[in-house]
């Protein structure tokens, strides 16, 4: 399987090459967040350009496969709801992800599997059933002109996204899809297991860091074995938990480049588990790191609702996250 | 530190698909002809596994992808890597950025937080941070956003026990040893002394910052007529913060 920069990369490329894009949909009403991601923004780091992409990367990639999309497309990424689209023509389709009571002309629109929308329909997003965030993939993938080598929507950057500027869908815009591949999907609909229930408590794998030694025993026993709460203060940069208050010995560090799904706690005592929009170098000591699958499991929490922190070895995760991506290789 | 935990350089596991390269304990200007040949060098090394590089003060966080590479041998590399590594000369220079500064308790809320903690009053704290030449030694955190060092010792401050949600653009703050200017509206636990007028982050610009690291900048304080003429926002912070 190629690398993710190289994946990005042959996404530019064919964008580049190949400009058969069309018009598929039209936005009816926005709803409060709704963006376009593909798998993020790599290598650019260094200016302090953020990673973006998916908040969940399951929903995501499930979308993508079910619409018959090569893993890197760019797919719609619906939070919370709101959103109603108009097709503009016959399109192929997949949701997966948080069920947002998702309606075709109407009729509940079935999850985690393929479905054909005609042209004038129109395809609805209410509020969170189970779940905080959909993914909306079309056969052929949205199409938008690449920022920094990725379409990827980081509003608070202003980059990426259907303009290139960063910004969110707004009532009124038209959404450019590509040409769907000839391959077409080879599965009508995501197996049982793949179709996860956000509602139920969340046990979310973590690897220690470099700084576990630095918190007292007693912190680290709760950071494990309390029930956190998700916090409101919760967007794509980061989850704030809230529990046990974790006591460091280190107030803070020199600043260095923060990984995808670390969980840094301030002096407050209160960790935040940083997600694809999160600031790319930051100073608080940290726990360590939940695996990306249990950052996408995080991002689909709602406030309020519970998780658990699962120290893990590093093999074990490795093993799940190499089962998952397989999935998406063929 | 003492034992064997803080033998350096070393590696730290940074989740499954990175490991973060400790270098040195101490922020110094002399750490990044060291860390600038090591991030040139991952990059031949790892190829196509590399996902991403982030230098910075002290550190490299070197980003992989574990589809390609286990986390095992990405350390293998790395300890090759850095076996018979070697620092860069020491170039001389980079060019002197000045950002002009309005420093006021309406911008600059933590002002009087800062004079507080170490004991100067609002104008020593003024002269301090606008007296010395900064380096800038990494960008990060944010598009453009610049991490400068030295702060001079007498300033040093933690960081606010919770960040803030929204500090506004152009705001000049320090932290510990640090010092920056915030070119877009983020979170931020930093201490605010001012607001710049410089255009720190241009998306149609090349490089989209204006600052690069080893650029030299300094501070240069003006009054709030000079920052209005000059495009500043005057917006104060919301009262609370």
Request: aromatic fraction near 8%; include cysteine.
């Amino acid at each position: 399987m190629k690398s993710v920069m190289k994946r990005a990369m042959d996404r530019v490329t064919n964008s580049e090459t190949n400009k058969y894009t069309v018009i598929g949909f039209r936005v009816e009403r926005a709803g409060p967040l709704a963006q376009l991601e593909d798998a993020g923004r790599f290598g650019v780091r260094r200016l302090g350009v953020t990673q973006g992409g998916p908040a969940d990367l399951h929903g995501w990639a499930w979308a993508n496969h079910l619409a018959g999309n090569p893993w890197g497309t760019a797919a719609l990424e619906i939070t919370f709801g709101g959103l109603t689209l108009v097709a503009e023509r016959d399109l192929t389709l997949a949701v997966a992800g948080a069920d947002l009571a998702a309606t075709l002309d109407g009729q509940a629109l079935p999850l985690w599997q393929r479905v054909q929308c005609r042209e004038g329909q129109r395809l609805a997003f209410a509020m969170p059933a189970n779940g905080l965030r959909a993914y909306l993939a079309v056969a052929g993938g949205f199409a938008a002109e690449p920022v920094l080598g990725s379409v990827a929507c980081v509003v608070r950057e202003g980059l990426g996204g259907f303009d290139g500027r960063g910004s969110k869908l707004a009532e009124g815009d038209r959404l450019a899809v590509g040409e769907p591949s000839s391959a077409g999907a080879s599965l009508n609909a995501a197996p049982d297991e793949a179709r996860i229930d956000y509602r139920a408590p969340a046990r979310l794998p973590l690897l220690p860091g470099a700084q576990v030694g630095d918190f007292t025993g007693q912190s680290l026993f709760r950071a494990f074995n309390a029930t956190w709460h998700v916090d409101d203060r919760a967007d794509r940069m980061g989850v704030r938990l809230t529990g046990p208050r974790l006591q460091c010995r280190i107030g803070s560090l020199v600043s260095e480049g923060i990984g995808l799904g670390a969980v840094q706690v301030p002096p407050d005592g209160q960790p935040i588990a940083l997600l694809n929009d999160r600031q790319t170098i930051g100073g608080y000591p940290r726990l360590g790191a939940l695996t990306p699958l249990a950052a996408s499991r995080l991002a689909q929490c709602l406030p309020g609702q519970e998780v658990r922190l699962a120290a893990v070895s590093s093999e074990g995760a490795l093993a799940a996250y190499r089962r998952f991506c397989e999935t998406f290789s063929g | 530190m003492s034992g064997e935990g803080a033998r350096l350089p070393r590696l730290e596991s940074a989740g499954l698909d990175g490991w973060m390269v400790r270098l040195f304990e101490r922020i110094e200007e002399t750490n990044l002809a060291w860390i600038t040949p090591l991030t040139r060098r991952c990059e031949a090394a790892f190829g196509d596994a590399l996902v991403d590089l982030v230098p910075s003060y002290t550190t490299l966080l070197v980003v992989f992808d574990p589809l390609r590479l286990s986390p095992e041998e990405a350390r293998r590399r790395l300890l090759a890597l850095l076996g018979d590594l070697a620092p860069d000369e020491p170039t001389e220079g980079g060019e002197v950025r000045e950002l002009p500064t309005w420093y006021d308790e309406s911008v600059g809320p933590d002002l009087a937080r800062v004079a507080e903690h170490t004991g100067l009053s609002v104008e020593a704290v003024i002269d301090c941070h606008a007296g010395t030449l900064y380096r800038v030694f990494a960008l990060g955190f944010a598009p453009g956003f610049a991490f400068m060092g030295l702060l001079d010792e007498r300033l040093e401050v933690p960081r606010l026990a919770t960040p803030r949600q929204r500090v506004p653009v152009n705001s000049v703050a320090i932290a510990g040893r640090q010092t920056a200017a915030y070119p877009t509206v983020t979170p931020g636990g930093w201490n605010l002394l001012g607001r710049t007028s410089a255009r720190l982050f241009d998306r149609d610009r090349e490089g989209f910052s204006l600052l690069a690291v080893g650029d030299r900048v300094r501070f240069v304080p003006v009054d709030r007529t000079a920052f209005e003429a000059q495009g500043g926002d005057t917006t104060p912070m919301e009262a609370g913060r």
